[in-house]
Structure formats: C-alpha cells, structure tokens
C-alpha cells in the first residue's frame, strides 16, 4: 500500500499471490505485479541429448535444495528412444545422493524447511503411489538416527504418471521428480 512501491515481484503461496493481485488491481492506480505462485517446472531431454550431461543437470536441477525452490524440475520428459538409458542412469544417480546437514559438503540433498512440509511431501508421494504412479525410488521420510534432528525426505522418482495426477500438476516443493516418456518435442510441449 506505499506509495513509493511502483512494482511489485512475489514468490510464494498462491493464496498470497491472488490477495496481491486483488489489493492491487482496486487501488485507483494499480501497479504492475508479477507472481510466481508454485512451479512444475519441466525439464525435456531429447533424442539428441548428451545422457551423462542431461542426467547430470536433471538430477541437479531436482534435489539440489532438497526441491525446494520454486525453479526445481519437478517433470522430466524423455524422448522415448532415450528414455529407459534415461531413467536407469537418473534413478541410479539418485540412489546415490547423500543426506545430510546443508553444512556439510559432503551432503547432496539437506533437510527439509519443517515437519509440516515434511508431512505434505510424503502426502503427496503417498497420493501419487494410490494414483497408480510407479516409485522409482525414494518415497519416504528418512529416519536414520544420524540425522534425527532434522527434517529428511528420500530423493524420490516417479515414472508411469499422466496429466490426470496430482503429482504432475501441483507444486511438491519437496525432492521429488516424475519421468514421463514422450514421442516428440510437441508431446513434450503439450
């Protein structure tokens, strides 16, 4: 409501976003906003695609922060000629990934922001196995004793989802991605 403000930028939860936008639009002069109220961000790997530098990228682009941030790929969609190399090396990889405190280096994928979000990770992965989707990996609260005294969730993959699930249309905010195979770029735009 400043006067001084000229434009506003938001990122966060979509109830937010649509007051923002609301409050603004029955100001007398409304500013301009910009919202980003929770990402699916995809992520297409191609049949021409390089495997080792696109498992590399996908992987990192999913659990780097735990999948918390509103950029992490949370879709991957394979060509389907590169797909089943595709997945066996990024569930692979994934299997591999470390746990553990953000500060320390050997950690892949630290904590989770809280036990609320911890919860509705595993609601949404506990949905999206009802729904039929197929757990490559991952797909729990991690209750290693060591790290007790965090809020730890496995780097999950999914393959076997469609549009229909909510696991592909809502943001997870969480370490969990899903493959889907396609036919050609259009598909994957689609």
Known sequence: QNPGVD????????????????????????????????????????EDADLDLAVTGALWGSFATSGQRCTATSRIYVHERLYSKFEEAF?????RLKLGPGEDPATDVGPIINGVQLKRIDAY???ARKAGARLLCGGAIDRDEKRRHGFFYA??????????????REEVFG?????????NFEEALQ
């Open 7 to 46: 434009g506003i930028v938001f990122t966060g939860s979509k109830e937010v976003g649509m007051r923002l936008i609301r409050e603004n639009a029955a100001r007398p002069v409304p500013r301009p906003v910009i919202t980003e109220m929770g990402g699916k961000n995809p992520a297409l790997v191609m």
């Open 91 to 95: 569930v692979s990889s994934a299997k």
């Open 155 to 168: 780097p999950t993959v999914f393959s076997k989802v469609d549009r229909s699930m909510k696991i592909m």
């Open 125 to 127: 992965v506990r949905g």
């Open 175 to 183: 370490p969990v991605v899903c493959l889907a195979k396609v036919k």
